[in-house]
């Protein structure tokens, strides 16, 4: 049966169980059972902000249940307050006597969001890992293991600023390709993708002094200037080093016996080629050319055969460094594991 919604039409369920659970709470003895049930299979589906009002109706009729406790705690990170979260699992992990899968979560998450305060990149949170004293135990038929989005604040915060400046980098010769051209290209690319700054088109690239990338750090005057004459509130620069070398040579390989048909090894001469990707990044305040943050990447990768690409590989291997280049002025979200509690 299909119930009429203005246009749309909704499914029968989808209009009687919020009614129902509705009414149970207006009753005066709202079903906690029913209220984390539902209240978790809306977080599975991605509805936190009416899981966590599911939960919370729950917790007036049993404000010391564990369960909700810690399903709160995760509705609280996953929304962007850790520190409530914090101390909903200091709560839940005191009233359920340290129920393994509550103490897991509060131990993954103050692993992460330790991680995350430090600037050590969240990812220190290993999805699905948990601490010592709770490997190997099951989690139970009442339990439901969920991955969970969380949101990190940009490293910079950058109140204010509307335009950004991506200026030429100090680069290395190179005859792959116009390095500094490629990486101006593609920073401003990412950069007007993800953000919602103002990032400035300059042509020709603003160079910028032909000196060692520690001096052009402290090059406070020179950027301030730019940064009037472009009228950019936040400049990126720094140098970048691109590089091919030949890795070719013997490897044991898997071949099929053309007798037997079985899979053995074989030791055979492999020709590829080895592309590395260097970049040093600085973020400068347009205003008095002050540095704000520096961050350093490596990346390398090996393609099979000796007439490679090299325009495709600076950007196969650019693409991984981009997410780190804009978490710095703009929030990311980084994937951990959660147990909620479903009845």
Partial sequence: MMIRHGRRRLPLVAV????????????????VGELLRFGTEMARSGQWREAKFRWEQALKESPDDARLLNNLAVAEEVLGAPDAARARFAKAVAASDNDS??????????????GA???????????????PATLGKKKGRDVVEL????????RLKLDGVKTLLVASFLVNDSDLLDVNKELVRFLRSEF??????????????PA?????????????LFWSHLG?????????????????????GFQSVDIV???????IKQTQFVEQEEFTFELDVLYFRGADGSLLFRDRMRRQAIFRGLANDPISAFYELGNTIAADVLAVVAPRTRQDVRFLFKG
């Fill in 257 to 263: 016996s053309e007798s037997t048909g079985q899979k």
């Fill in 147 to 154: 991955p969970v989005a969380l949101p990190l604040p940009p």
């Fill in 16 to 31: 009687l169980v919020p009614f129902a659970l509705s009414a149970v709470a207006r009753a005066g003895g709202a079903d």
């Fill in 192 to 205: 007007r993708k993800h953000t919602s700054f103002d990032v400035l088109d300059v042509t020709p690239i």
């Fill in 228 to 248: 009037r004459e472009q009228g950019a509130d936040v400049i990126v620069s720094g140098a970048m080093r691109y590089r091919k070398r030949d890795a070719s």
């Fill in 208 to 220: 910028v002094p032909e000196q060692t990338l520690e001096d052009m750090a402290k090059n406070a």
């Fill in 101 to 114: 899968r509550i103490t897991r979560n509060a131990a993954q998450s103050a692993l992460f969001w330790g």
């Fill in 117 to 131: 305060a430090n600037d050590a990149g969240a990812a220190a949170a290993p999805a699905g890992g948990a601490p």
